[in-house]
Each structure stands twice: as C-alpha cells, then as structure tokens.
C-alpha cells in the first residue's frame, strides 16, 4: 500500500464486543498525546482510560466509529455530546503506519457526517499536522463556513490553550 493507494478501508460503529480492542489502542493514543499534555504512564506502565470509560459507558449506545485498513484496526473516533446541542470531536486516533494514507480524513468525514448539526474540534497547535488535518476536513464538509478560536484548558493553566474549529454541518460547502 502507498500513502497514495489505501488499502480496503472499513468505518464502522464500535460495538460492546470492540471494548478491549479500543482499550489497546487507547494507550497507542496515550502515548502519542503524553507528548502534548505532559502526562505519564501510570506505575504498572499504562495510560488511564479517562474518557474512554464514559464513551464506553453505554454498550449499547457508544458514540464513535473504528476504521479497518485491511481488516486490521487502524483508527478510531468518538463523539462527545452526540445528541447535545453541539457535538465535540472527542477523542480520535490513527495507527502511525495508517497515517497520511487517507484513513484519518474518510474517519473524521463519516463520523462527522453521522451525526449532522453544529460541531467543535479541537486539537493542540504543537500537534504537528493536525491545524491543517482539521481546517481541510472542515472545509471538504462545510467550504468556508468555520471559524476558529483559541480557548484556555481548564484547570490546566501550564498547558497551551486548545485550536478549536466551530462549524455547521448544515452550511454548504464550497
């Protein structure tokens, strides 16, 4: 597979049954993100599951999808507040050896297009890539129909303040 070829990409919602799969790849996301928010493993060498527990409260109602590259998982993305007023991009992940291929866009795409309505995204500036990851994604779905802000972490003043992109779904693009 090349970078500009993706393999067979599979996005579906994660069931009860992909708990334990999307806990393994939650410490692959803990790893990558310590970087960002200083954060170490805990003493028996993993991340906390912090959100994820709440995502994966409902077994019958998790709000995310995974995505399959080949059948192997290769990402994933959850949604935080889907039926509130406004939904967040909560917490989204792509495997290294998935990245740049196309995967992590089809991801934010599919999820985003599930549940319509007004949306934010954050992400840390420091984070290489992910200013213009997001701004191409928003912009594919709703053109120049955005705005961004910075926002302060709560209860985390020594942490940069957060990137957020504020869109509808139901503006049109282009």
Known sequence: MTHDEPGRLAIRPIGREDAPLIERLWQLYGHDMSQFRGVLPNADGLYRLGRLEGY????????????LLDGAPAAFAFVMYPSGPTR?????FVVRAARRAGVGHRLAHDVI?????????????????????????????????WREEWRAVPDKPQVAP??????????TAG
């Open 88 to 92: 967040h991009m909560g917490d989204f």
């Open 56 to 67: 994966l409260a409902d077994p019958d109602a998790i709000p995310g999808c995974l995505a």
């Open 162 to 171: 957060d990137h957020w992109l504020v869109f509808d779904t139901r503006a």
């Open 113 to 145: 297009e599930r549940y319509p309505g007004p949306w934010e995204i954050a992400f840390q500036d420091d984070n290489p890539g992910a200013p213009q990851f997001w701004k191409r994604v928003v912009t594919d779905i709703v053109g120049d129909a």
